[in-house]
């Protein structure tokens, strides 16, 4: 990939009604050393916590020739910062593409707030037009995944985004006890986890694990998450790319950062299913989920597994479940809630222009990269 020339948005750019200012830059430890500054609030997921981005920026950015992006938008009237843009820039048969920080294991993109974060969109347009004047020459930006609140904080890009997502966001508020959960869920849906439980029983019966640190045997429960993964996402005829190594090693840096949990259901010597999640501030952010199938599938492992780790999220005073992007029905099932996320997308130049429409002449929610290769190796 040809070298981005960063001379031109090392300094400050200023946006037309001089308001805000925006610096570009690819070094990582100064941007995540202004993340950190802003203090834990600023990332309002867990994919835009410092830790998660120090991983990503070392282990799986590099992985796919990703150039940093890293923009600090200030506003000028308050001399404080407004955002933190976590963006790569990618180079793609030709054309130069802006995306955050996300290869497709991001499953929210939000900008790190600061205590001046535009919450308008008057405001959030000023602060992105100074963030497009600092960026060197590109193509196109396209921005995906953008939740319009999380937090309770306004995401600034989505109150400038009018294209839908080709997927959601499932998320629930918790209730303080595991009982009051079981009484907000349908009937069918108890009858149903009683069910299962009878038939995981009389294979077995199975146990759980919530583990929060590294321990014996992670090398083999990561192992195995990636083995019933591959297994699946091989028997719809799809690619994965989860167990290469740079991703490999990305979700083992996040774990050992204790920022994730893995969730194990068990029995006898055997795993059943395996979960990996976010824990960030007081959510749980469940990304990846997958069992041994076979005969197991009688007992919806899966399911069963999830809601264990509502339990445990309830017994441990956690506020806020969440399955990740996907509309997956058993989702909803569990209680969580579809919420839209929007895409913002400008094309910068004639080259961008057609990229993006060539992008739009495909069906089903392929990504822009997808769409001008094809298909990926």
């Known amino acids: 990939m040809a070298q981005i020339d960063f001379d031109?948005?090392?300094r400050w750019a200023a946006n037309a009604a001089g308001r805000y200012l925006a610096e570009?830059?690819?070094?990582?430890?100064?941007?995540?050393?202004?993340?950190?500054?802003?203090?834990?609030?600023?990332?309002?997921?867990?994919?835009?916590?410092?830790?998660?981005?120090?991983?990503?920026?070392?282990?799986?950015?590099?992985?796919?020739?990703?150039?940093?992006?890293?923009?600090?938008?200030?506003?000028?009237?308050?001399?404080?910062?407004?955002?933190?843009?976590?963006?790569?820039?990618?180079?793609?048969?030709?054309v130069a593409l802006v995306e955050f920080a996300d290869l497709s294991v991001s499953d929210y993109n939000v900008p790190l707030l600061g205590p001046a974060a535009p919450s308008t969109p008057e405001a959030a347009a000023?602060?992105?037009?100074?963030?497009?004047?600092?960026?060197?020459?590109?193509?196109?930006?396209?921005?995906?995944?953008?939740p319009l609140?999380?937090?309770?904080?306004?995401?600034?890009?989505?109150?400038?985004a009018s294209t839908p997502?080709?997927?959601?966001?499932?998320?629930?508020?918790?209730?303080?006890?595991?009982?009051?959960?079981?009484?907000?869920?349908?009937?069918?849906f108890r009858k149903a986890l009683r069910q299962h439980h009878r038939t995981l029983d009389a294979l077995g019966g199975v146990r759980f694990r919530m583990i929060t640190s590294p321990c014996e045997d992670t090398a083999k429960l990561f192992g195995k998450l990636d083995q019933f993964q591959r297994t699946r996402i091989a028997g719809l005829g799809k690619r994965y790319v989860l167990d290469r190594p740079a991703y490999a090693r990305f979700?083992?840096?996040?774990?050992?950062?204790?920022?994730?949990?893995?969730s194990v259901m068990e029995s006898g010597d055997s795993?059943?299913?395996?979960?990996?999640?976010?824990?960030?501030?007081?959510?749980?952010?469940?990304?990846?989920?997958a069992n041994a199938g076979a005969e197991w599938s009688r007992g919806s492992p899966g399911i069963v597994l999830a809601s264990e780790i509502i339990r445990w999220l309830i017994d441990n005073g956690i506020e806020q479940f969440?399955?990740?992007?996907?509309g997956y029905d058993y989702k909803k099932q569990l209680g969580c809630e579809p919420q839209p996320l929007l895409v913002l997308e400008k094309a910068l130049t004639l080259k961008g222009r057609m990229a993006l429409s060539a992008w739009s002449t495909y069906t089903g929610g392929r990504s822009l990269v997808q769409s001008l290769t094809a298909k990926a190796s």
């Open 8 to 10: 031109r948005p090392m």
């Open 24 to 94: 570009a830059t690819c070094d990582s430890e100064l941007f995540l050393q202004r993340a950190a500054a802003l203090g834990p609030s600023a990332a309002i997921t867990p994919f835009q916590s410092p830790g998660w981005l120090n991983a990503w920026l070392k282990l799986l950015g590099p992985s796919a020739s990703a150039e940093p992006l890293l923009i600090t938008v200030r506003d000028s009237f308050r001399d404080e910062i407004a955002m933190l843009l976590p963006l790569v820039i990618r180079r793609v048969c030709g």
């Open 126 to 146: 000023a602060a992105f037009a100074a963030a497009l004047a600092a960026m060197p020459d590109v193509d196109v930006v396209r921005l995906c995944n953008l």
């Open 149 to 160: 609140t999380a937090g309770g904080k306004v995401n600034p890009l989505a109150l400038l």
């Open 165 to 188: 997502s080709s997927t959601v966001r499932n998320v629930t508020t918790l209730p303080h006890s595991w009982e009051d959960y079981l009484e907000s869920r349908p009937r069918k």
């Open 251 to 262: 979700y083992r840096e996040v774990f050992s950062r204790g920022q994730a949990m893995l």
């Open 271 to 289: 795993v059943v299913a395996v979960a990996y999640s976010l824990l960030h501030r007081q959510s749980c952010t469940t990304v990846r989920l």
């Open 322 to 326: 969440d399955l990740g992007a996907g």
